[in-house]
């Protein structure tokens, strides 16, 4: 594997090794010495034409652990303000020998573009694009699963049965599809909980039972996940609900849904959290929320992401 632009483009063999490899990963994190030389020597560029920080700073951390060398390009105050192509762009980071790109595009399908163009050689991996995926959210987002599901024997296992609920704004959320084709190939069972105007048009191609009442469905299904989405204001160009009192009221977590929860599921939420309109803060603090959790297992999995892509072209070259 050469690129990570898709949740869906990894079979479930592949999904677990990578879950597998952040294991080890995450023993490292918790070293003295929090370094491993796997890439040292190659040169991965954080190519960001969006406002991130979590995305970045853990990626940033997770090529560093692995001892590569960091180029990170932000695209306000470069020349990509001035003008500058993405085909420019790309094309420079290919004459300075980048090895790895990891692009974050507010354009959907931008990662597949500069994978697919001819323009670099070296692998990409898709940071965000658009309204269209986050690959590395959905599996540090099922690594966290796995780790609260399975505990210290998780290595090797699938999330086979397990009841998840992603909610919220499914319409505009990368995360959302990376997780939901992550969790099909995981074997675990999606259910999409939201208004109606937040759910896509068309819904055929989605493998996830749909549901319009939070009360409802954690009542019936039970779930062992609960996924909180952020609601994003950015893309959105009309009124998708009619004020964010309500919206809070009928599809916010609060201490009232977290009640109804049983003991063993958990709570999630990729970040950045708008406390008391899709979560309240004694959800968003409470035992069962892995909120701090899947931001350090980011670096972990993003660490295993960037091993499984550059090593193996490393012990290919040295065979």
Do not use: C
């Amino acid at each position: 594997m050469k690129n990570l632009l898709s949740a869906g483009q990894l079979s479930g063999a592949q999904a677990v090794e990578i879950l597998d490899i952040a294991e080890g990963m995450a023993d490292v994190n918790d070293r003295e010495i929090k370094k491993l030389p796997t890439l040292r020597g190659k040169t991965v560029v954080n190519l960001f034409f969006e406002d991130s920080t979590r995305t970045r700073i853990s990626f940033e951390l997770a090529e560093k652990r692995l001892s590569a060398d960091v180029i990170n390009f932000t695209a306000k105050g470069s020349s990509v303000s001035k003008g500058e192509s993405l085909k420019d762009t790309a094309q420079t980071l290919e004459a300075m020998g980048a090895d790895a790109v990891v692009i974050r595009h507010s354009a959907s399908g931008a990662a597949n573009v500069l994978a697919n163009s001819g323009w670099i050689n070296g692998s990409i991996i898709n940071a965000g694009d658009g309204t269209h995926e986050h690959p590395t959210q959905a599996l540090l987002d099922a690594y966290t699963m796995r780790k609260r599901i399975h505990g210290s024997a998780s290595m090797g296992k699938t999330l086979e049965g397990v009841k998840v609920a992603i909610v919220g704004d499914i319409l505009h959320s990368r995360v959302a599809r990376s997780n939901l084709l992550l969790l099909n190939t995981l074997g675990a069972d999606v259910h999409f909980v939201a208004p109606p105007t937040l759910l896509p048009s068309d819904s055929s191609n989605f493998d996830a039972k749909l549901h319009y009442s939070l009360d409802e469905m954690l009542l019936k299904e039970q779930p062992d996940v609960v996924m909180m989405l952020r609601i994003q204001t950015e893309r959105m160009n009309a009124s998708f609900f009619p004020t964010e009192r309500e919206y809070a009221r009928y599809w916010g977590f609060n201490a009232q849904r977290l009640g109804q929860l049983k003991k063993s599921a958990i709570l999630m939420h990729p970040g950045p959290m708008n406390r008391g309109l899709e979560i309240d803060a004694v959800s968003a603090d409470s035992a069962q929320s892995t909120v701090l959790e899947q931001v350090a297992n980011g670096v972990s999995v993003r660490m295993a992401v960037l091993y499984t892509l550059l090593s193996g072209e490393r012990n290919a070259n040295a065979s």
